[in-house]
């Protein structure tokens, strides 16, 4: 059990470019779920996969969001042009099933200049 | 819709002293509720949980009790150490949605 990871650690990018964060859940968990940090608040949820199915997307998600599991290990989410207020902490998490507990990745800062 | 609601931060404690963080939360049914822990520069990770009404989570000296009539579930250490400096975050989750509803959290800070 290596843990969830993610990747980048850490990304600035500049207004109006596009970004792509990577998860990796811990092997054979069928869930994975993204949330969203912003400084001083708790997580709040994005959208979440069961294997490859994305199974449920929050309003916090807009157009300029879009998430993928393509072979229902990995994951990646990508923002297409960037704003200020997308500056925050991404989460990933991951369970091996619905219900049960969830194991929360190191998360990918962004900042947006 | 469901919610969290903790106790406003910053609290610094000395040592040894006692802990209590207040969390209520508002939701339908019976949820299962959660305390994760985020130490500095480190993900969440999940310090106690409960599943039903009375059932006590317990773990390094930390202790919640599921308390469905007053809906809370009160984060709880006799003696604090320097290392159990983070911030901590109540949360709940129900199997009808499956996602973890988090509070804002609370900063604890404890000094020598």
């Known amino acids: 059990d290596t843990g969830v990871s993610q990747d980048p650690r850490h990304k600035i990018t500049k207004r109006g470019q596009n970004v792509t964060f990577r998860c990796d859940p811990i092997?054979?968990?069928?869930?994975l779920y993204w949330y969203r940090q912003t400084l001083g608040q708790g997580p709040e949820f994005l959208t979440y996969?069961?294997?490859?199915?994305?199974?449920?997307k929050s309003r916090l998600l807009s157009d300029r969001f879009s998430a993928e599991r393509p072979k229902g290990s990995f994951s990646t989410l990508e923002i297409q042009r960037t704003e200020q207020g997308d500056s925050a902490m991404y989460l990933c998490?991951?369970?091996?099933?619905?219900?049960?507990?969830?194991?929360f990745g190191p998360g990918t800062r962004l900042t947006v200049t | 819709g469901d919610s969290v609601t903790q106790m406003e931060g910053p609290v610094t404690l000395s040592e040894e002293a006692f802990l209590t963080i207040n969390c209520t939360y508002t939701?339908?049914?019976?949820?299962?509720l959660f305390w994760y822990v985020q130490y500095p520069g480190e993900g969440l990770q999940l310090l106690l949980k409960?599943?039903?009404?009375?059932d006590k989570g317990s773990n390094k000296g930390f202790e919640a009790t599921y308390r469905k009539e007053t809906t809370s579930f009160h984060l709880e250490k006799g003696s604090v150490q320097v290392s159990d400096s983070a911030v901590y975050f109540c949360?709940?989750?129900?199997?009808?949605?499956?996602?973890?509803?988090f509070g804002p959290g609370t900063s604890l800070s404890v000094i020598p």
């Open positions: 092997s054979e968990h069928n869930r």
């Open positions: 998490a991951s369970s091996l099933t619905s219900g049960d507990r969830q194991y």
């Open positions: 409960a599943t039903k009404a009375d």
């Open positions: 949360a709940l989750m129900k199997t009808s949605y499956d996602k973890v509803i």
């Open positions: 996969f069961q294997n490859e199915a994305q199974l449920e």
């Open positions: 939701a339908t049914g019976y949820p299962s």
